[in-house]
């Protein structure tokens, strides 16, 4: 494989085809992936630098390298096994500007840099569209899942996150938006700065100061103060719960990507509040059996299905 191609690969650069090409050689042969990753290893920067007005992305967790690559051909960022990497995106000529999709895998959680220094955090299963660099009169991206913004501040470009349904727009802040689509759930939380938040389809504008959050109750925006601030430690790959196992059922499917299936009804009826903190990488199960000491219920998983089934 010529290392040229994989740079351009690194950098996002490559088409459909060479991607194509490129994962086909790396399934071939575990020569190819030990080749592969020591030419990451030069790739790798370890901090951000604030010269380049490019995109910098690391990601943190344990990957299967197999299904990973699938995914690449359809992302333009690659990403490491066993350790964190941090890369340029599109270094080249001035004014060649892309667009670039990050998508995180079930179970993990990645940081990335912006092209103007500020900084997001990807929940599992969540997805973010951004370009490579900010050129016109605002820096906008946009988000499906789960993500914690760190915002550069400048008042010339307003920072926009746009979501299926809502757009925050915020100068110099720090905020997180939960909006996954499947889960019709949305919430911002807001810690620093302010922020508004738009309704794409009604044009109506909610502003959010510190210490708050916005949640979509019965289609409608209802402005609440932050009661639980160890809510924000998934950043770390921290789950943190503070709410009825209903809600925590539904946090854990998408969090891990699996259908849960509730056939015990007590569950959903009860109320009472599950409270804890688990790390993200120990697993689905080792939460649901520490879920279990007090929450009477019993599991069934299928891995072919990928369902998991609460009786």
């Not at 955090?121 to 899942?145: D, I, M």
């Not at 925050?168 to 802040?173: K, S």
């Not at 569950?267 to 520490?290: A, P, T, Y």
Request: glycine fraction near 6%.
């Amino acid at each position: 494989m010529n290392d040229k191609l994989l740079q351009l690969y690194f950098e996002g650069r490559a088409t459909e085809e060479q991607s194509r090409l490129i994962t086909e050689w790396l399934d071939a042969d575990a020569a190819n992936m030990k080749h592969y990753q020591q030419l990451c290893r030069l790739y790798e920067i370890g901090f951000w630098h604030e010269e380049p007005e490019t995109a910098v992305i690391s990601l943190k967790g344990k990957f299967r390298w197999r299904s990973l690559l699938r995914e690449a051909v359809k992302i333009a960022a690659v990403f490491i096994l066993g350790f964190t990497l941090n890369y340029w995106l599109n270094q080249g000529v001035e004014g060649d500007i892309s667009m670039q999709t990050v998508h995180v895998p079930a179970g993990q959680n990645a940081q990335l840099t912006l092209a103007d220094g500020s900084k997001v955090w990807l929940n599992a299963g969540s997805t973010l569209n951004f370009p490579t660099r900010f050129v016109k009169e605002k820096r906008q991206v946009t988000l499906e899942g789960e993500g914690f913004f760190e915002v550069k501040a400048n008042k010339e470009k307003p920072f926009i996150v746009s979501t299926s349904t809502y757009d925050i727009r915020a100068l110099g802040t720090s905020f997180n938006v939960n909006a996954y689509k499947s889960s019709g759930i949305f919430e911002t939380s807001l810690l620093t700065g302010k922020v508004e938040i738009t309704d794409c389809a009604k044009k109506e504008t909610v502003l959010l100061l510190p210490n708050n959050r916005v949640i979509l109750e019965s289609g409608k925006l209802k402005t609440l103060p932050i009661q639980d601030a160890e809510y924000f430690l998934w950043r770390e790959g921290i789950i943190s719960f503070n709410e009825p196992l209903s809600k925590v059922l539904k946090k854990l499917e998408l969090y891990f990507d699996v259908k849960i299936k509730v056939n015990n009804k007590r569950v959903l009826q009860d109320v009472h509040l599950c409270v804890g903190k688990f790390r993200s990488r120990d697993g689905l199960e080792h939460i649901l059996r520490v879920l279990q000491l007090t929450n009477r219920f019993s599991y069934e998983k299928d891995d072919e299905k990928n369902i998991v089934t609460i009786n």
